[in-house]
Nanobody
Framework: QVHLVESGGGLVQAGDSLRLSCAAS????????MGWFRQAPGKEREFVAA????????EYTDSVKGRFTISRDNAKNTVYLQMNSLKAEDTAVYYC?????????????????WGQGTQVTVSS
């Protein structure tokens, strides 16, 4: 059974940093591309960032470029999202997800497995 478990969320002030982690089990992690999505109250789940299986390619939504960095450690079956210069509009539940599809496809339906999410709240 596949499990993706996010951690690292919390309440921070605008301008602060957080690093989210997502630990995977039950799948051959290095076979999967990994993504981060977020969902704010009353809004649809949106793509944030993705990284391919060997970290050779990454994708970011425009609103986080230059502030967020996605990375992975295949030896630890873990994907990370380093979030710097956080803004109030980054407030959301953040989800990690795994796919064997294209990381350039940013739609949630591309992804096969999902974590339960971790709350990130940024106060202004």
């Amino acid at each position: 059974q596949v499990h993706l478990v996010e951690s690292g969320g919390g309440l921070v002030q605008a301008g602060d940093s957080l690093r989210l982690s997502c630990a995977a089990s039950g799948l051959t992690f290095s076979f999967y591309h990994m993504g981060w999505f977020r969902q704010a109250p009353g809004k649809e789940r949106e793509f944030v960032a993705a990284i391919n299986w060997n970290a050779g390619n990454t994708e970011y939504t425009d609103s986080v470029k230059g502030r967020f960095t996605i990375s992975r450690d295949n030896a630890k079956n873990t994907v990370y999202l380093q979030m710097n210069s956080l803004k109030a509009e980054d407030t959301a539940v953040y989800y990690c997800a795994a796919t064997m599809g294209r990381i350039t496809s940013r739609h949630p339906t591309t992804y096969d497995y999902w974590g339960q999410g971790t709350q990130v709240t940024v106060s202004s």
